[in-house]
């Protein structure tokens, strides 16, 4: 495997470690650029053979066919979810491989974090006993005990913070195109549709992929239809949520807390380091002011279990493509079709 060559993108210290480290089996020639794909960057791809990139990588028309004029043959994302590409253009031209589960337990347990911060106000009490104020008004919380949550999406991750939040007593609801009644008998849930999540539910946290019916799936009329002082938590993908109506919810004290560690116009953001600058999105900035809402920078998935398991399974990825392996972990739009070759040729075309 020593002579393939991959570009890789949007490189952070903790990846280069992790790679390098699961790498040493593979022995694949891995260059890291620290930049973001995108078509200004496409350019770099030259005279490699496959790129390496992450979720706020632009995988759109122009970049999908420069990187298929500088011949590269796999698209190997190092995360489960894969909006950023468009499945369409890149169909028959470049294979798109993916990591489905690294560790859906690590994003799981974010998500409960973020639940448990907001209602205990821990984020509000650390800054406070560190001033030695040592007043607890205005950190009235309620107990999980008995209250109902509504999961939209239930999936990996979405039926592992069912697991963890019927074990805080919690009755839970979700909302899933089809069903599994084997999991819903074991774990203690009940499949309801969107309406009754909303009405019923006092926290709603997001584990849908984001797609075409999924896109500000929280929005205006669905906020509308939620109880007074409900908790959303997303750490889904931005655009489930259309933003301006999330503040409006805030500001008007329908929705009580939001726990978001994925944001709409993340890309611009997230994951750098901007204590030394002034923030130019005003929608975040407002976010940010909010006492109630807490904001994580996409880190759901950074753990090192998750670190371990993407980078063995991207590079695995790229060794089935070159060595004729089936790849299981390829997409395609045609995937959820009988169209997709998948299923009996183990590619998609
Ligand atoms: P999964 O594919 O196992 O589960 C997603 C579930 O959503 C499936 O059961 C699917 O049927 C359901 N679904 C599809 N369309 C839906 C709709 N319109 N409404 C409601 N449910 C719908 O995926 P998994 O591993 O549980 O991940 C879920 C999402 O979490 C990913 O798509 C990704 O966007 C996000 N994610 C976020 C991470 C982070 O660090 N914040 C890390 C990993 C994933």
Redesign the pocket.
């Known amino acids: 495997m020593k002579n393939i060559k991959v570009a890789f993108f949007d490189a952070k210290p903790y990846d280069i470690r992790s790679f390098d480290d699961a790498n040493a089996i593979y022995n694949f020639k891995i260059k890291y650029f620290k930049n973001k794909l995108n078509p200004d960057t496409v350019i770099q791809s030259a005279g490699y053979d496959v790129i390496c990139a992450f979720v706020n990588d632009i995988l759109n028309k122009e970049v999908i066919n420069s990187l298929y004029q500088n011949s590269i043959k796999l698209i190997a994302l190092r995360?489960?979810?894969y909006?950023n590409v468009d499945l369409k253009e890149v169909y028959k031209k470049v294979h798109v491989v993916r990591v489905?589960?690294y560790s859906?337990h690590?994003?799981a347990e974010?998500a409960v974090a973020l639940i448990l911060t907001l209602n205990r106000k821990i984020h509000r009490a650390y800054f406070r006993t560190h001033d030695n104020n040592f007043n607890i008004d205005g950190l009235l919380g309620f107990d999980l005990y008995n209250k109902t949550a509504g999961i939209?999406?239930?999936?990996?991750?979405?039926k592992i913070v069912i697991e963890i939040l019927r074990g805080f007593g919690m009755k839970v609801l979700a909302?899933?195109?089809?069903t599994e009644d084997d999991a819903a008998k074991k774990l203690g849930f009940k499949y309801v549709d969107l309406d009754t999540i909303y009405k019923e539910s006092d926290i709603i946290s997001l584990?849908?992929?984001?797609?075409k019916?999924?896109y500000h799936?929280i929005n205006k009329d669905s906020i509308g239809k939620m109880k007074d002082n409900v908790m959303i938590i997303n750490?889904?993908?931005g655009q489930l949520i259309d933003t301006k109506e999330l503040i409006m919810g805030l500001k008007n004290h329908k929705i009580g807390y939001a726990g978001l560690?994925?944001y709409e116009e993340e890309s611009d953001y997230f994951f750098e380091d901007f204590s030394n600058e002034i923030i130019n999105d005003d929608v975040l900035a407002r976010l940010l002011t909010f006492p109630n809402v807490l904001i994580t920078s996409?880190?759901?998935?950074?753990t090192k279990e998750a670190l371990k398991s993407i980078a063995d399974t991207t590079l695995q990825n790229i060794k089935d493509f070159y060595t004729e392996q089936k790849m299981t972990n390829e997409v395609c739009y045609m995937c959820d079709s009988n169209n997709c070759l998948k299923k009996t040729t183990g590619r998609c075309f």
């Open positions: 995360c489960a979810g909006n489905p589960a859906p690590a994003v974010h939209i999406g239930a999936g990996q991750i979405g909302y899933n195109p089809f584990h849908c992929p984001l797609n019916e999924t799936i750490t889904g993908r560690d994925v996409h880190q759901a998935f950074f």
